[in-house]
């Protein structure tokens, strides 16, 4: 609707903006050579990757998957595997990997896809746990629970020409930038085209969407096998990242909830949900680990360190993180059910309406 | 003239229930079949083995001379055959427009294209005024005509429409009843299962009545009116 009434030169702004934060964060490396910086930037990368691609399956087509960490550890395994055993370098490895992820995923499909709401969830759960266990027990391609140590990621070259030997992060820093503008622009094309209304029409009533012509485990497999695409992606950059995978890390329940979480904190189904998400969870996670409250509450001046209550705070503050981190998700979920982004639409939308009836009362 | 849609025999069982039992009836191109009966007759049923919800259990469905028993609904809804539901199922965090757009969509893959054809089909039915609403928001009215204009959209020969009138005010009813008169002068063969007799009575061409599952009459409405099994059917034993 909005395009039909809005001007053509409005629909370019969102794509300029787009492209003026990408073109800033091009730059940051040249200013922040942090290590730290550097590497808080690539988890939050990692998290917009992951989120958009769960947003294809979870937000558009309203199918809750709660088993990503398979497509995430599918693409963390194979690339690794590949790159450790066979010699294959990471960034055609990557080719492979994301391939099984997305037959697997369409294999799943066309199995789960039968299902329907918490059967579905279900299901996504069980297929994960099986690839996890079958990571965990095939010792002779996996390593088992001693995981995949990588030595070194050969150095990239083209023609000859050495782009990058990967000895610091700002190589991990602009791969992974590129990773989310891939993402997103995947995520915008899919939201402005037959895909995307479709997988909406499924997410909204999949007995209607059936009834207008909509193949449903067509789509639902679509969307299913783009999310896979990009999950694999992030699993396999995390993993050349980190330099280290093991079962528990890439294939555990934890990365599904993880991913998950991004989407419903930000807001399930926009192109920005995603990124709100990860803006939120990242820093947070973040800072709860380093310990930032007793940090704070100290130089507040509300405990001090000999004290027994600011001893047990510093103690016991940053093993907390998880349960704070629990806490402020539930709050977010309680109080703001489309997210943080449905929220200050909401805000807006409200405060705009009593700007309007306020401009009408004084009429 | 062959039909356009042929029901042979066509039973439909749940466990050791004949929810329809052996029903045969026809449709010619361009006219309006009231289905009519008393709760639990049946009609829904029906409406669901015609258009690929459920399979039937025995007998065949023809449309245009094609078996299409055992179609997924999606099948059967290129071939040209669209339904709207009892209960309205719009399509709620969607915008009107959108909603419409889904149906034109069958048809083409471009959005422009299926923009302008929703925006005509919206006219048709006078929601224009509505298109960027959402259509979670619409009142009860409005959701009727939204399920006409998404199943339009989707340009059925045969469009089969289950108690678009239900729930609505009389001047509501009568809005759908010229929509529907409307229809068929474009040449759309329809099939309306309605509970409100004098709508039945005014836009159906011919009335099949059933009851228990199944077929008790069939008939022009002035032949159904005085049909003596019918009036026992509707109104019990002592009054016939």
């Known amino acids: ?363 | 003239m062959a039909p356009i849609l042929d029901i042979q025999h066509v039973s439909k069982f749940f466990g050791g229930l004949a929810a329809n039992s052996d029903v045969s009836f026809s449709m010619q191109e361009g006219m309006i079949m009231g289905l009519i009966g008393p709760n639990g007759a049946g009609k829904t049923t029906l409406f669901n083995c015609i258009t690929g919800y459920y399979p039937p259990s025995r007998g065949d469905i023809l449309f245009e001379g094609r078996r299409i028993n055992g179609l997924q609904p999606d099948r059967v809804c290129m071939l040209g055959m669209a339904r709207t539901w009892q209960k309205v199922r719009p399509l709620a965090k969607m915008t009107v427009l959108d909603n419409v757009m889904v149906g034109a969509l069958a048809r083409t893959s471009s959005l422009r294209v299926a923009r302008e054809a929703a925006a005509e089909q919206l006219r048709v039915v006078r929601l224009e005024h509505k298109a960027a609403f959402l259509a979670g928001g619409l009142p009860i009215g409005e959701r009727k005509k939204l399920e006409v204009a998404r199943v339009l959209a989707t340009r059925p020969k045969l469009l089969l429409l289950d108690e678009v009138m239900g729930g609505l005010n009389p001047a509501e009813s009568e809005e759908i009843i010229q929509l529907i008169l409307e229809i068929k002068k474009r040449g759309l063969t329809q099939m309306v299962i309605e509970h409100d007799m004098k709508a039945i009575m005014r836009i159906s061409d011919r009335i099949v009545v059933l009851n228990s599952g199944e077929k008790l009459a069939e008939g022009a409405p002035q032949e159904i009116v005085t049909n003596p099994e019918v009036v026992t059917a509707y109104l019990g034993e002592s009054l016939a």
């Open chain 1, 1 to 363: 609707m909005r395009a039909l009434h809005a001007p053509r030169g409005l629909a370019l702004l969102p794509l300029l903006a787009f492209l003026a934060v990408l073109l800033a964060l091009a730059l940051v490396p040249a200013f922040a050579s942090s290590p730290y910086a550097l590497h808080v930037m690539i988890l939050l990368f990692l998290s917009i990757i992951m989120g958009e691609a769960w947003n294809v399956l979870g937000g558009y087509t309203g199918q809750y998957s709660v088993g990503h960490a398979a497509f995430f550890g599918l693409g963390a395994y194979v690339t690794m595997m590949l790159m450790q055993f066979k010699q294959v370098p990471p960034w055609w490895g990557v080719w492979a990997a994301v391939a099984v992820a997305v037959g697997v995923g369409v294999f799943i499909g066309a199995i789960t896809f039968r299902l329907r709401g918490p059967y579905f969830v279900l299901a996504s759960i069980a297929v994960a746990e099986i690839i996890r266990l079958v990571a965990l027990n095939w010792k002779d391609a996996t390593n088992g629970a001693e995981g995949i140590l990588s030595t070194e990621i050969p150095p990239l070259s083209i023609g000859g020409r050495l782009i990058t030997d990967f000895g610091s992060k700002v190589p991990f820093y602009y791969a992974g930038l590129a990773l989310v503008a891939m993402t997103i622009a995947a995520n915008w094309l899919v939201q402005h085209s037959k895909l995307g209304y479709y997988f909406q029409a499924i997410r909204e009533d999949q007995d209607a969407a059936h009834s207008l012509g909509i193949h449903l485990a067509l789509y639902k497999n679509i969307a299913l096998a783009i999310s896979a695409f990009f999950t694999a992606w992030a699993g396999s950059y995390y993993a050349l990242y980190v330099g280290f995978i093991d079962p528990s890390t890439v294939l555990s329940i934890d990365i599904s909830v993880q991913i998950v979480l991004i989407c419903i904190i930000g807001g399930i189904g926009t192109i920005l949900g995603p990124v709100v998400g990860a803006l939120v969870l990242v820093p947070l996670s973040e800072a709860l680990r380093s310990n930032v409250i007793y940090e704070g509450l100290q130089q507040a001046g509300i405990v001090s360190e000999g004290s027994r209550i600011g001893s047990f705070l510093k103690e016991n503050l940053a093993h907390a993180h998880v349960l704070i981190y629990g806490i402020l998700v539930v709050i977010v979920i309680l109080y703001m059910p489309d997210g943080v982004l449905g929220f200050a639409k909401k805000m807006a939308a409200r405060r705009a309406a009593r700007r309007a009836a306020a401009a009408g009362g004084s009429r």
